[in-house]
Every structure is written in C-alpha cells, then in structure tokens.
C-alpha cells in the first residue's frame, strides 16, 4: 500500500502517522509539503494532527486553501481514501469533503486525554479488523473539537450510517458524560457519503504499539493495508 502524509506549517502528528504506516505497511509513506502541488501516486492520503498555519482564523481554514489541498480534494472525488485525524479532520469539513464543522469544545479548554469509543460498524475499509460495537481507546487533543451540524445534516449521516466512532463509557454506554468536547450525538468521526473519506478527531496513530500502552489504533492501519495493498 503507497501512503502519502500530507505536512502543513504546525503539523505536528505527521511523524506519528508516518510510523504506524510504515510499520503496518513496511515501506515509508511519501511526505508531501502544503505547498506542492502533486501528490505522488497513492493508495491512501493523511492529513494529520496539529495546528496547521497555527490555527489562525479557523482551525484548518487556511489549510483548506493550501496549494496541495486542490490535489487531495480531487484525489478524493475520484475515489483514493483520505483519512483526516484531528486538525487533518478540520481541514476535511473546511474543505467540503466532510459535512459539518469542528467548534470549541464546550469547556472552552484545550483537552489531551484518552477517551473510549464506539465502533459503530466494520465494513468499511478502514474498520476491517475491529468488531461493529467493539469500544476502543484513543488519545485526543484538541481545542476546536466538538462536531456540529444542523438537525438535517445529523439525520443524514445517522440513517445512511456515516458515523464511523461515537464517545462511549468505558463499557459502551453513550451518556453526555463521556462526551469530551460536546459533539452532537457523541460523534467523534464520521465518513463521506462512499466511505472513502475518514474524519475523526481522536488519534489512532497515538496507540498503535505496544511501546505506547496500547495498540488499539493499529487495527485501523491493518484495515487500511488489508484492504488497499
């Protein structure tokens, strides 16, 4: 599988999700900067965690407009999978990959913590190794967090089953108290309308080895490679 990780000013997780793809995939991915504007040839494109161009405006806004961006918007409409991961998943909704936006959380405070998640199914390419309902533990870290869209936006991405992970207790429940950030509907990431995009704002590539505590995001990176190699 050829991935490529795309490196805007203030990314500052585009190493971490270099080496669990290179560890699931056994070859380095391309690292493009923001300012290229060719991607090499790729099965996979990550935006990765950080604060591109240091947050200012918006988070991801500026990103959005970056010169590579032109290249994974169209990568995208035609069908190569892109995976956004906390400020990555930013610049996806202000790219008009993903619907909705990410907004302050509702403590208004930056938050760096692990959280549990809901796998709320496993038949897309990048949830092959997890089980539909099977809870996960991710890091997070983000300010600008919480999902939102309007009621309209909400019920689309519900019936057509486009969450892809939902906040939960550590035994499943999804109560407002596991909710980190206040996210309509506990939403944590959700998918485009083939599933071939993937925003969230946790961070698989965080846990993804035993030297880090844990390896529950490298199931994402396995399903990712058993499905594109």
Known sequence: MRASVIVFP???????AAVALEAATGRPPAMVWHGDQ????SDLIVLPGGFSYGDYLRSGAMAAHSPVMREVVARARGGTPVLGICNGFQVLTEAGLLPGVLMRNATLKFICKDV?????????LYTRHYRAGEIVRFPIAHKDGAYFADAATLARLEGE???AFRYCERGGEVTSSANPNGSANNIAGIYNETGSVLGLMPHPERLADPALCGTDGAKMFLS??????
Do not use: F, K, Q
Not at 38 to 41: D, G, K, L, N, S
Not at 224 to 229: A, D, G, Q, R, S
């Open 10 to 16: 203030g990314s500052n997780c585009d190493r971490d």
């Open 38 to 41: 060719e991607i090499p040839a």
């Open 116 to 124: 549990h998640l809901r796998v709320e199914r496993n038949d897309t």
């Open 161 to 163: 089953g486009r969450v």
């Open 224 to 229: 990712l490679v058993e499905t594109l190699h």
